[in-house]
């Protein structure tokens, strides 16, 4: 991974953090978007139309946090259909994860790729009722 790139990830990244706002990178060539959300409770990336940037993007945060993700899936997009988007999640804490994936496993078409220990307890110990479409 070019190192220009990662410092692009950790910078977007930081100022997430600090503003506790969402933070974009647009890659215009492609029209790729990576966003990320970060509150004191969790942080999530997304991504599209560039699946083979995601274990990178996936790493680069880890190593820079300390930790890898809690969560890793994705969906067709619910705003756009014609695109899936990838999305990772570091759970820091469980309070406020807890509405975050009751919210998000409400939408039975998530593909799980993968759940730490820590997301599982919090998934079995959540309040998911599926609402048909």
């Known amino acids: 991974m070019d190192i220009e790139f990662a410092k ?22 492609n029209n790729s978007i990576i ?32 930790t890898g993700p809690d969560l890793v899936y994705n969906r067709i997009s619910l705003i756009k259909e014609d695109f899936i988007i990838y999305y990772a999640v570091w759970i820091k804490d469980h309070e406020e994860s807890q509405g975050f994936l009751e919210r ?14 820590k997301a599982i307890t919090l998934i079995k110990d959540a309040d998911i009722s599926i609402e048909p479409n």
């Open 35 to 66: 966003a990320f959300t970060a509150t004191e409770g969790k942080i999530v990336m997304s991504l599209s139309k560039m699946p083979n940037l995601l274990d990178d993007l996936i790493h680069i945060i880890s190593d820079a946090i300390g």
């Open 104 to 117: 998000e496993f409400a939408m039975p078409q998530n593909h799980i790729t993968f759940l730490s220990p």
């Open 8 to 29: 692009v990830i950790i910078d977007a990244l930081t100022e997430a953090l600090a503003r506790k706002l969402p933070v974009t990178i647009k890659n215009s060539s």
